[in-house]
């Protein structure tokens, strides 16, 4: 049974320092998969993650290229798979290498991604929901953290 945290998220800078808190946590082959609706705060949370674990360059939505690399102390991979119409298109762009390489991945909509997912190792799988709460910079986060 994996562990499951839940977060009442009251601003954008507290889902900051929750992304900062999980990428101190995160080692080779980590994959963390994100789930929500447009808005609720995936790439907001990838960028805070990825500056936590030391890329310096500004860190941009990967929705048009699907995929964007960077290299903090370790190899990260910021996946956007909204685009991608079937599975197949990411094969094309070498996606396994990453996934299942010495790096980190996020990878925003990953429910259309699930059948790629099962390949991947349970105690190397987050699973991050979003959701939108009451006030305006209100979101509930749900972490769904490693584990068989
Ligand atoms: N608590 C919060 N966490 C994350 N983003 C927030 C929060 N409150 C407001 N926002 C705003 O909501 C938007 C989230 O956009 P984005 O991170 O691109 O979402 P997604 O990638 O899920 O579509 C940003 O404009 C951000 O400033
Ligand atoms: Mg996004």
Redesign the pocket.
């Known amino acids: 049974m994996s562990r499951i945290r839940e977060f009442q ?4 800078s ?2 900051v320092k929750l992304a900062a808190e999980l990428a101190a946590e995160l080692s080779p082959g980590d994959i963390v998969a994100m789930y ?10 990838c960028r805070a993650a990825i500056r936590a674990l030391g890329v310096e360059e500004a860190v941009t ?1 990967p929705t048009f290229t699907i995929v964007k690399e960077y290299e903090g102390r370790l190899p990260v991979y910021h996946f956007d798979v909204y685009r991608v119409h079937d599975e197949d298109d990411l094969f094309e762009i070498g996606y396994e290498e990453r996934f299942f390489g010495e790096g980190v991945c996020f990878v ?1 909509w990953a429910d259309l991604i699930e059948g790629l997912l099962e390949d991947v190792e349970p105690n190397h799988l987050y699973r991050i929901r ?1 959701e939108y709460a009451e006030e ?4 509930r986060i749900v972490i769904e953290y490693p584990g068989d």
Not at 36 to 45: H, N
């Open positions: 998220i009251k601003s954008e507290e889902t929500g609706d447009l808005g609720t705060g995936k790439t907001t949370f939505s925003e979003f305006e910079e209100g979101r």
